[in-house]
């Protein structure tokens, strides 16, 4: 099953041939990784970091607070969260500099309210 591409025309499941879906993947893949070639272990770290703590902290997070947390210079934040949010990595940070959204959580009211399995509860961006 693996490499394979079927698609569905009306009651049957048809092969499609490599050579009609493998080009596609590979200029997908190219594009993703020239959007993400400039991020560092430290731009990923910071990232996931800001995604996860968001929901336990349920208000925006202050560079000073993740540098404290992963042991960074809040100097080093703020340059990787300016970054993150310039090259448009689904974060955003308010006038404060902290961090409100990071996809797929906010801090910021929205309509999709979520409650997650530990009891935290957030918003979803």
Not at 21 to 39: C, D, I, P, S
Not at 79 to 91: A, C, R
């Amino acid at each position: 099953m693996k490499n394979k591409v079927m698609i569905g025309l009306w009651r049957c499941m048809i092969d499609l041939p490599p050579s009609l879906w493998g080009k596609k993947v590979f200029k997908t893949k190219a594009k993703f990784e020239g959007m993400l070639g400039f991020m560092s272990q430290e731009h990923r770290l910071v990232h996931h970091f800001v995604v996860r703590e968001l929901p336990y902290a349920g208000q925006p997070l202050s560079p000073e607070f993740v540098a404290d947390k992963l042991g960074l210079p809040v100097n080093r934040v703020n340059v990787i969260l300016n970054d993150l949010q310039e090259h448009m990595t689904f974060l955003f940070r308010n006038s404060q500099g902290a961090v409100v959204w990071a996809y797929p959580v906010t801090v910021e009211k929205t309509p999709h309210h979520v409650t997650f399995s530990t009891g935290e509860q957030l918003y979803a961006a």
